[in-house]
């Protein structure tokens, strides 16, 4: 483990994130945010995590447009995701910004993670820091999203162990010496359950096979280069036509190779606010994304 490289990373996420927020403002194109974060995150020295997420709305996560998606932003509640590698070490790290006056949303996701942050030491339970975020998020009369939650972090791997609830679920797991991990509190007025709805523009490669295919062999290739992370269509698209990267991931499917990440919605289609920080779990406790 390199605390060192964890740092750099949460370093370069946190810098990433505070240059997309200032690009979120109404009429500009989402696609384009998620494209000047990315290179920004290259520029500072960073290799992406996962694909830069913007999800609006209803949408709490995993939304990333394709390339050429025309939407732009208007009166919505944006959630910014962003999360970075150096040599596989992670820092992950997300913001809300409030285009619609609901900064009671925002103010909830943010003081949850405050409430948790506080608390975190060795041998904390984690339904302790559930507690706390659960109670957060109540005194603004929202609720957390109860299917999701925060996660340890490992090499080449963002959802490792430990699960952080957002809410108190009796987990007498505890807080360990060495643990890397996220706490991401997410605030709804609706049910506070998300479920999987529409198209995945974000992939993962779970195994290797072969294929018989030149450009799917070429295309399996550049996806090996992620390491097992998540990645984008819009990335594969930027080298490869659109037509052979559909082929391709239609033959991973097949193969049972892929695994696919579509938008997580409110079940009630409410909105749904975010926050993330990362953190080291040490005698003294240390934000890898601090502001």
């Known amino acids: 483990m390199s605390l060192e490289d964890y740092q750099k990373a949460g370093k370069i996420a946190r810098e990433a994130l505070e240059y997309g927020r200032e690009l979120i403002r109404k009429d500009a194109r989402i696609v384009d945010v998620c494209n000047k974060v990315e290179e920004e995150v290259h520029r500072l020295g960073g290799n992406l995590?996962?694909?830069?997420?913007?999800?609006?709305?209803?949408?709490?996560?995993?939304f990333c447009p394709p390339e050429d998606d025309e939407t732009v932003f208007s009166d919505q509640l944006v959630n910014l995701d962003v999360g970075v590698h150096v040599n596989g070490?992670?820092?992950?790290?997300?913001?809300?910004v409030d285009l619609v006056h609901n900064r009671d949303f925002v103010k909830a996701a943010e003081d949850a993670l405050g409430a948790a942050t506080e608390i975190l030491a060795v041998g904390v339970p984690l339904w302790?820091?559930?507690?706390?975020?659960?109670?957060?998020?109540?005194?603004?009369?929202?609720?957390p999203v109860r299917n999701l939650s925060g996660h340890g972090l490992g090499a080449y791997n963002i959802h490792s162990s430990p699960q952080i609830p957002n809410y108190n679920n009796n987990d007498q797991t505890t807080l360990a010496k060495g643990m890397t991990i996220a706490i991401e509190p997410f605030a709804t007025d609706g049910l506070g359950m998300v479920h999987e709805k529409g198209n995945a523009t974000i992939f993962s490669l779970t195994g290797r096979k072969p294929v018989r295919i030149g450009f799917v062999r070429d295309i399996q290739k550049e996806i090996e280069g992620f390491n097992g992370l998540p990645f984008t269509t819009r990335w594969l698209n930027s080298k490869f036509s659109k037509e052979k990267v559909?082929?391709?991931?239609?033959?991973?499917?097949?193969?049972?190779i892929i695994h696919e990440y579509p938008p997580l919605v409110e079940r009630t289609n409410c909105l749904v606010s975010q926050a993330e920080n990362s953190f080291y779990i040490d005698d003294e406790v240390v934000c890898l994304t601090k502001k």
């Open 49 to 62: 995590a996962f694909p830069v997420q913007i999800s609006c709305n209803e949408i709490a996560a995993h």
């Open 89 to 96: 070490f992670i820092g992950d790290n997300a913001c809300c």
């Open 128 to 143: 302790k820091i559930g507690k706390e975020i659960e109670n957060a998020i109540g005194n603004f009369g929202l609720k």
């Open 246 to 256: 559909t082929f391709a991931l239609n033959q991973f499917r097949q193969l049972g």
